[in-house]
């Protein structure tokens, strides 16, 4: 049982204690900004492996955007999308069908927690549809507590306009049924 001390004013000690995780907070936010800031101007510098062919960009808002494109790797070749914020991938999906379709949360981070191959969240859809269809509903449905949990806080600060956003999946899941259907 937590019991909280009373002041003799009657006022509970919460406030002050949420006062202090905000000042916090926003301390480690201003100690991280300057690696985020140099990690964006090396990926700005570095380009993206040539692994992701026939790629659509769907803009969202300034600093949002959807990617949606064909993609051949080792472990399998399918539709992909990927939500990018203030240049962060904040979730990716492999639409690769009922063996290798997965997800990734944070895949940025995968390199310095974990390796890639250990990160992947295999879809519980076996095909290649059932896997887009959910990448949609994630990407329209929980998109926003996915940026909020970034360690990133150019990502953490960023609001997404939920109209906007369900009209670029909608325009990409388009596109990727579209290459879907191409290279069966």
């Known amino acids: 049982m937590i019991v909280h001390s009373v002041k003799k004013s009657g006022r509970s000690?919460?406030?002050?204690l949420r006062i202090a995780a905000l000042i916090v907070s926003a301390i480690r936010d201003l100690v991280v900004l300057p690696f985020y800031g140099l990690r964006l101007v090396v990926k700005r510098l570095r380009p993206h492996p040539g692994h992701r062919s026939e790629l659509r960009q769907f803009d969202v808002q300034?600093?949002?955007r959807i990617l949606a494109f064909w993609k051949v790797v080792v472990n399998g070749t399918g539709p992909g999308m990927v939500c990018v914020v203030a240049e962060d991938e904040v979730?990716?999906?492999?639409?690769?069908?009922?063996?290798?379709g997965h997800y990734h949360i944070h895949p940025a981070s995968e390199s310095v927690i974990y390796s890639a191959a250990s990160y992947r969240l295999r879809f519980m859809e076996e095909t290649m549809q059932g896997q887009i269809d959910r990448a949609a509903f994630e990407l329209t449905s929980n998109v926003g507590a996915h940026v909020q949990r970034s360690s990133n806080p150019f990502v953490r600060w960023k609001r997404i306009d939920q109209e906007k956003l369900a009209a670029a999946v909608e325009a990409a899941t388009q596109h990727i049924r579209s290459l879907m259907d191409a290279h069966r």
């Open 62 to 64: 300034p600093g949002v």
């Open 13 to 16: 000690k919460i406030p002050s």
């Open 91 to 100: 979730l990716r999906f492999d639409c690769f069908g009922k063996r290798d």
